[in-house]
């Protein structure tokens, strides 16, 4: 039904940049919350950023200041623009999409894409 296809990541220096790239195979404008969780070896999969349907963003403290999760709906986009990297920021990013807010299992995960941070 749903896939979610990441791209745009990879290896950068300490204090460099990278986007990553979320495309939806469906109108993104029917879900509710999209966003970007991460998850390094040996942890859990954690929240990075998300958005909603209005526009409203949230991130995690740990990347605050440094990172930018926006939407394009023509493009079925979603986009996470990191900047001023660390290597504690070095984990498999995972897109995914949420079509309420209050239902269970209606959840869609995309591959995964790694991102690799040197010092």
């Known amino acids: 039904q749903v896939q979610l296809v990441e791209s745009g990541g990879g290896l950068v220096q300490s204090g460099g940049s990278l986007r990553l790239s979320c495309a939806a195979s469906?109108?993104?404008?029917?879900?509710?919350?999209m966003g970007w969780y991460r998850q390094a070896p040996g942890k859990q999969r954690d929240l990075v950023a998300k958005i909603t349907s209005t526009g409203s963003t949230n991130y995690a403290d740990s990347v605050k200041g440094r990172f930018t999760v926006s939407r394009d709906n023509a493009k079925n986009t979603v986009s996470l623009q990191m900047n001023s990297l660390k290597p504690e920021d070095t984990a498999v990013y995972y897109c995914y999409a949420k079509k309420t807010s209050w239902l269970k299992g209606d959840d869609y995960w995309g591959q995964g894409t790694q991102v690799t941070v040197s010092s």
């Open positions: 469906v109108n993104i404008f029917s879900f509710y919350i």
